[in-house]
């Protein structure tokens, strides 16, 4: 029996509750975009087609307490709902497997379809969500030429928005994934396009997720970060977009503290990890507000480089 590439039990935000949840990530034959400067998952492909997915949901029903979790987050190395990811079989094994569950399932815009959506839905519908199905967009920002220059993504903020409409057509509800700081941005630059983009999104999308970059093994991003051409954002821009925001954006600092993650001096950092992951479950500004408000020595660092930092002299700290 397969197992998937990750899977574990944990608690997320669902409007104002918090809930078991249960996230995995399917192994599968892969992105087809398979451009995106700052992923490693575009290189994990398999073999196997639907029968890899079910054996891999299979593991998942023999090794988790599925009655427990209320939430179940599905990803993949792309899309779930690209059919040459995810064939239809092995859609509906997942579907029949989730019923009565709150799915989170992550996919490009070109794979939102209305009518596959509605039939995923109506096999995982008991009537006890409004909405059982979220789809999940990877967005990065709403400024389309970061998307194309500094991502490589492949989509525009107009064919976000068709599949918005889509999935709300269909029943479901859309969360947008937002990177914070990708490449050839400056700190300041990367905060600023941020906030743009969390304002833009208020009405458009049920739930916004912030996603600091990492930095990833064998990535184009990797590239430059090994050569002193990138840093990931500071903690203390985390803070600051998120205590800039008009209302509750969840995020998880992976590698928070870390060189290939979002970071500061590593004296601070913990402190400030452990009150992003707690504010994304309670939505309570004042955990942030009480760690931004700390004294460390690496604030006023931080401070020089959005003031000082420009284009052509980035980055001005590792």
């Not at 975009?33 to 029968?51: A, I, K, L, T």
């Amino acid at each position: 029996m397969e197992r998937p590439a990750a899977c574990w039990e944990g608690q997320d935000r669902y409007g104002n509750e918090i809930l078991p949840s249960l996230t995995i990530i399917l192994k599968t034959s892969g992105c087809r975009h398979d451009r995106c400067r700052m992923c490693s998952y575009r290189h994990e492909r398999y073999p196997g087609g639907e029968e890899l997915v079910i054996d891999q949901l299979r593991w998942v029903q023999e090794h988790h307490d599925l009655p427990k979790a209320v939430m179940v987050k599905v990803y993949t190395s792309g899309s779930f709902f690209d059919p040459c990811e995810v064939p239809a079989g092995a859609a509906r094994y997942a579907a029949e497997l989730f019923t009565g569950k709150l799915v989170v399932a992550e996919t490009r815009p070109e794979y939102v379809e209305t009518g596959l959506l509605e039939e995923f839905i109506s096999r995982i519908d008991t009537g006890v969500f409004k909405t059982p199905l979220t789809v999940a967009i990877g967005l990065e920002t709403v400024t389309d030429i970061i998307r194309e220059k500094s991502i490589d993504k492949g989509f525009s903020w107009d064919d976000f928005l068709h599949a918005t409409k889509k999935a709300r057509t269909a029943g479901a509800g859309v969360k947008a994934y937002l990177l914070q700081k990708p490449l050839f941005l400056t700190e300041t630059e990367a905060n600023d396009d941020m906030e743009r983009s969390i304002r833009a999104l208020e009405g458009i999308a049920d739930a916004v997720s912030m996603n600091p970059c990492t930095v990833q093994k064998n990535t184009e991003l990797e590239y430059y970060w090994q050569r002193g051409a990138y840093r990931p954002p500071y903690l203390w821009s985390v803070l600051s977009v998120l205590l800039s925001s008009p209302y509750p954006v969840t995020c998880d600092p992976v590698g928070g503290g870390r060189s290939r993650g979002p970071h500061n001096c590593g004296e601070c950092d913990r402190g400030i990890v452990e009150a992003i992951r707690s504010y994304s479950l309670t939505a309570d500004k004042s955990l942030l507000s009480e760690v931004f408000e700390k004294e460390c020595a690496c604030r006023e660092e931080w401070e020089f480089v959005l003031d000082h930092e420009r284009s052509w002299s980035l980055p001005l700290t590792r």
